[in-house]
């Protein structure tokens, strides 16, 4: 399947005049300076938002570009609403609910509140934010037969999910996201009043254990996560739905690596990408492929890590298509250069880790905090063990002013190990710096 085309962002196109792309970037960087924003805004990135690539401007491009144009909205500037970019299904118009409106509708409703003031407020916020994921009420209120508002609010969690882990990360979140899983099985167990129904509850639920899994996963609950992607991958073979099944695989290849299992992580993406040749999905095959290079590279296998890693980019350089799922909308160049560096960090080449680290963090959107964390710990530590350990250290510090608002015991596991390395250099001013700060956070 051909890649769709991006529609190109008109509005702001008018807003630039007669100023060439590169004057146009030189005043956006101005207007930055202005309010004490920095932006490293260029001729490329100006052409990208002309082109509709970005479709949405991370949160410091965002209050420059308000600043620039006062009065009006991004939609004006021509941009589309975060959320919708954040998950391209959510794009999709859901059917009309039921006449009634249930107590799910009213519950979605305080959500909203509760996501608006979770993206404006800092750390405190996260607590009250998270009980929004309690959206879908508890299983003593689970109707006879389930419809149309209940398949929405299963998708619904999934989505807060994904927004609020992009900000903040999985500790917060996970065991309040028990309930809400809960509960879409009990839905499903319940049945529906149609079978288009049926078939989103067995997709939603499937991707909300694949959620609440991940989170397991990447707060440090191996098992736990082990059993939630079993979950969704026996709800995927139940419903026949190759495009859960392909999901559950890539994460139980994510998870495999993680667990020192890189033979099992192989395999899991190979399955993966058995389930996903239907699909018509570039990017979900490039995916996949990255997966199978990080298993072979924890195998130590040079020459099948760098094929997995040519097809990968085969499949990436094919763009965007309108079969790629929802859950991929992470899945950018920054997300590739950081699952190459890992690659290249498994096979020892920690050098050649740290350029794609690096690239993977300065390509990645600030918003999605999360990611800039977890990529700038991957280069701390591969910086540490290239022989760089100031250069280690000043990434390092990043990730502690990150970790103010991002809670993933994946991402400290990894700072405490760099800090490890750079023990024997701590008489760099430095490195000494870092290693105090890191001590007492």
């Not at 139980?252 to 190979?270: I, T, Y």
């Not at 499949?315 to 190459?340: N, Y």
């Not at 498994?346 to 050098?351: S, V």
Request: with cysteine.
């Amino acid at each position: 399947m051909a890649a769709s085309p991006h529609s190109p962002n008109s509005s702001f196109r008018r807003l630039r005049g007669q100023h060439s792309p590169a004057e146009f970037a030189a005043m956006v960087r101005r207007a930055a300076r202005e309010i004490g924003e920095t932006v490293s805004c260029d001729a490329r990135y100006i052409g990208r938002v002309e082109s509709g690539e970005i479709r949405c401007p991370n949160y410091a491009y965002e209050r420059v570009f308000l600043q620039m144009f006062p009065g009006r909205t991004l939609a004006d500037l021509g941009f589309s609403p975060r959320e919708a970019v954040r998950g391209r299904a959510a794009q999709r118009a859901l059917p009309a609910p039921p006449p009634g409106l249930t107590h799910l509708i009213q519950r979605s409703k305080e959500s909203d509140v509760l996501r608006r003031a979770f993206m404006t407020g800092g750390s405190a916020t996260v607590a009250a934010a998270t009980l929004s994921l309690t959206l879908l009420g508890d299983t003593r209120r689970i109707p006879s037969r389930a419809g149309e508002a209940e398949a929405a609010a299963v998708e619904d969690a999934v989505r807060q999910i994904r927004l609020l882990d992009d900000r903040h990360g999985a500790d917060a979140l996970y065991r309040r996201a028990a309930q809400p899983l809960k509960t879409a099985y009990a839905l499903l167990d319940a049945g529906a009043t149609r079978q288009s129904t049926e078939d989103r509850l067995h997709a939603g639920a499937g991707e909300l254990a694949v959620s609440v899994g991940w989170l397991a996963h990447d707060s440090g609950r191996f098992e736990d996560a082990r059993s939630h992607y079993a979950e969704a991958l026996a709800t995927a073979r139940v419903a026949g739905d190759a495009a859960l099944e392909a999901h559950a695989f890539s994460n139980m290849a994510f998870l495999a690596r993680d667990c020192g299992r890189p033979r099992e992580s192989v395999r899991a993406a190979q399955a993966g990408r058995r389930a996903a040749r239907s699909l018509g999905s570039p990017r979900l095959l490039a995916l996949l492929a990255l997966r199978e290079a990080g298993g072979w590279a924890g195998l130590a296998d040079r020459r099948a890590c760098e094929e997995a890693l040519a097809r990968a980019h085969a499949e990436f350089a094919r763009g965007e298509s309108g079969a790629d799922p929802e859950w991929m909308s992470f899945f950018g160049e920054a997300e590739l250069e950081s699952l190459e560096s890992r690659c290249w960090a498994a096979l020892g080449e920690h050098a050649r880790a740290a350029r794609h680290a690096r690239r993977a963090a300065d390509l990645q959107d600030p918003h999605f905090a999360r990611n800039v964390a977890l990529y700038t710990a991957e280069l701390a530590g591969d910086l540490a063990r290239a022989g760089a350990p100031d250069e280690a250290a000043w990434a390092g510090g990043r990730v502690l002013d990150l970790l103010t608002e991002v809670q993933s015991t994946r991402i400290r596991s990894m700072l405490a190990e760099t800090a490890r390395t750079l023990i024997p250099h701590q008489r760099s001013p430095r490195v000494g710096t870092f290693l105090t700060r890191h001590a007492q956070a």
